[in-house]
């Protein structure tokens, strides 16, 4: 469960939103685009955000009478293995946000639950509980290297790209066998 107001906001954190550029007047916004490093463990077992990786944001930060409502899209480098054939994968991924974010003691702070509405501390706001859940979310369960990867051939392994067409473990053709015979191909 995201902590939103446990921990002291470190304004200086990439992911941490300061607001104070922009006027508590409803409909007054801003524009916010910045290049971050990714937090640590954004991601799933088999893909997810290297550490470090560039997270890039282009959001809107825009003034409403409880609060500020952080939208716009959040583009993320992922890194992986393909479910079927185990290939590395390099990818990005790009997610929308829109999130509301209520004044510390307004009403909208009064009488929701944190999980419903985000709070600010002060001028600030935490962006990563929600590009946490908008990334995570995007990404695949069972990611592929291509949507048509025919994975690997049960019997040797060998990615079926690289395997001629109608390879086949089953027992070879007689006529074949005593060829094989002869020239002692062993499979
Ligand atoms: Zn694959
Ligand atoms: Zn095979």
Do not use: F
């Not at 990615?159 to 020239?183: C, F, I, K, M, Y």
């Amino acid at each position: 469960m995201p902590n939103h107001s446990q921990t002291h906001l470190n304004p200086r954190s990439p992911l941490v939103l300061d607001t104070r550029e922009l006027p508590r007047r409803p409909g007054a916004m801003r524009g916010l685009s910045r290049v971050v490093e990714a937090p640590a463990d954004l991601g799933l077992e088999m893909i997810g955000v290297p550490t470090g990786g560039e997270v890039s944001l282009d959001l809107r930060l825009e003034s409403v009478s409880e609060g500020v409502l952080v939208s716009g899209s959040v583009t993320v480098a992922v890194e992986g293995e393909c479910g079927r054939c185990l290939r590395p994968i390099d990818d990005s991924l790009s997610v929308t946000i829109q999130e509301l974010y209520a004044y510390e003691k307004s009403t909208t702070d009064e009488t929701t639950d944190e999980d419903e509405v985000g709070r600010m501390q002060g001028d600030l706001i935490d962006l990563e509980p929600a590009l946490r859940d908008a990334v995570v979310l995007a990404m695949p369960t069972n990611p592929l290297c291509r949507d048509d990867c025919p994975g690997l051939c049960p019997e040797c392994g060998v990615h079926w790209d690289d395997l001629p067409a109608g390879h086949n473990h089953e027992r070879v053709d007689s006529r074949w066998a005593a060829l094989q015979d002869l020239t002692n191909i062993k499979e």
